[in-house]
């Protein structure tokens, strides 16, 4: 994930209260409660983190140009019974990039992203499957890959695993050119060997425009099949919240807002920027987070944001204000914050992301954390006030990923930049 016009490009650092406190940093884990990896040298970011039934943790993303994925034993230590010394690069084009992560039942992994073959060609829809140590599982796909092009600049964010073993990635397609491009929801479905799901929208592929550029950055699968895709939809220089819901066979859902698709404005005047990011359930209802423009006496914030919607697509007016929630770190200071990431705990909202924390001509970001009650409100048993920041000693911190361990620990992956390029950052919190 990257903040809004780029601005934000890696992990930061940890100013959480007391050490038994809910937010702070559990220093069992790696070096006072933080770990960096670093592949080759190369930019390293991880976009996507899981747990493992044995507690084991696995992080996915990008290293240099290709997939990169890192295995961590529980204290944060790398676990080199995976891939070469713990970790593993997979080189699919001349530009690849893992966005996201999912472990299947059988304990093998599958990264989606995108690839491009060379400089001068788009990028296409991209997933590779491991084996548990770590090696390609050449029953998928082509030797372990596979690549799908949707006729445009196609980039996977987000991927699922349904019940019956199917893969359903989502993201970003264009279409036209010049002044005519636009970019729109696009999702495909994959059999469990990696090939194209032909029953599912047109040959295995769906395509959406809630309003006008587009793009699907969170996917989530309900109890009952029905799948959600929430990101950002744009017109001019104004952009909303997004959400479309599908049937099994990838048809819209009419029953959702308008016609299957929800668009969301935080009411932040023209040319406001809101987007999301994540999106999870909580109790049936969906949360979509990212950032919101909220008007200031000095001229506009980004801040966390944050909307809940009831199964029918209309916002939950029992959350926030109007549905609608949205929180600054730095109160009358200046504020570019982001959502990258939701889990639910214990029925409380978690949030991780990005927070400006240096004088904006010095761009130094960090990771931040909240964490909500049910109302939408923060709740101040964690860290301060609600909200947790953390240094990695660098200027360029970010949370892209959040997960909750079996035990209820928080651990956030992303990058964190203390030298010339950004590392893996990891960072694991209490949160009783």
């Given at each position: ?5 780029g ?55 990008s ?8 295995r ?11 891939g ?22 059988d ?86 060997d ?20 587009d793009?699907?950055h969170a ?11 929430g ?64 008007a ?5 914030d ?56 240096g ?74």
């Amino acid at each position: 994930m990257a903040l809004v016009a780029g601005l934000l490009a890696a992990p930061s650092s940890a100013h959480a209260r007391g050490h038994d406190r809910d937010g702070s940093l559990d220093r069992t884990f790696g070096t006072g409660g933080k770990v960096t990896t670093d592949f080759l040298g190369a930019g390293d970011t991880a976009d996507a983190l899981i747990v493992q039934p044995d507690g084991k943790l696995v992080a996915a993303g990008s290293s240099g140009s290709d997939f990169g994925l890192a295995r961590y034993h529980r204290n944060g230590s790398l676990d080199r019974t995976f891939g070469a010394g713990g970790k593993v690069a997979t080189d699919l084009g001349f530009d690849d990039v893992a966005h996201a992560l999912i472990r299947q039942p059988d304990g093998k992994l599958v990264a989606a992203g995108y690839t491009a073959a060379s400089p001068e060609e788009l990028p296409d829809f991209a997933l590779a499957r491991y084996h548990r140590d770590g090696s390609l599982d050449f029953s998928f796909g082509v030797g372990g890959l596979v690549r799908t092009d949707l006729g445009g600049d196609d980039i996977a964010y987000a991927l699922i695993r349904q019940p019956d073993g199917r893969l359903v990635a989502a993201g970003q397609s264009t279409r036209g050119s010049g002044p005519e491009l636009s970019t729109i929801f696009a999702l495909t479905r994959y059999l469990p060997d990696g090939s194209l799901d032909t029953s599912f929208g047109t040959g295995g592929g769906v395509f959406t425009s809630p309003t006008g550029d587009d793009r699907a950055h969170a996917l989530v699968v309900q109890t009952d099949g029905k799948l959600v895709a929430g990101g950002v939809s744009a017109i001019s220089s104004n952009s909303n919240f997004a959400l479309a819901r599908y049937h099994r066979d990838g048809s819209l859902d009419t029953r959702f807002g308008n016609d299957g698709m929800v668009v969301t404005d935080f009411g932040g005047g023209d040319n406001a920027a809101d987007a999301a990011y994540a999106l999870v359930l909580q109790n049936g209802k969906l949360v979509a987070g990212g950032y919101a423009t909220t008007a200031t006496s000095t001229g506009a914030d980004l801040d966390f944001a944050l909307a809940r919607y009831m199964s029918d697509g209309t916002l939950d007016t029992s959350f926030g204000v109007a549905g609608r929630t949205t929180t600054t770190f730095h109160p009358g200071g200046v504020n570019i914050n982001q959502i990258n990431a939701l889990a639910v705990s214990r029925g409380r909202i978690v949030a991780a992301g990005s927070v400006i924390t240096g004088p904006i001509d010095g761009l130094i970001f960090d990771v931040g954390l909240t964490r909500y009650r049910h109302d939408g409100t923060l709740d101040t048993h964690f860290g301060t006030g609600g909200r947790v920041t953390t240094d990695f000693a660098g200027d360029r911190d970010q949370a892209n990923a959040l997960t909750v361990q079996p035990d209820g620990r928080l651990v956030v992956a992303g990058h964190a930049q203390t030298g010339d390029t950004p590392d893996f950052a990891l960072a694991r919190y209490r949160n009783d």
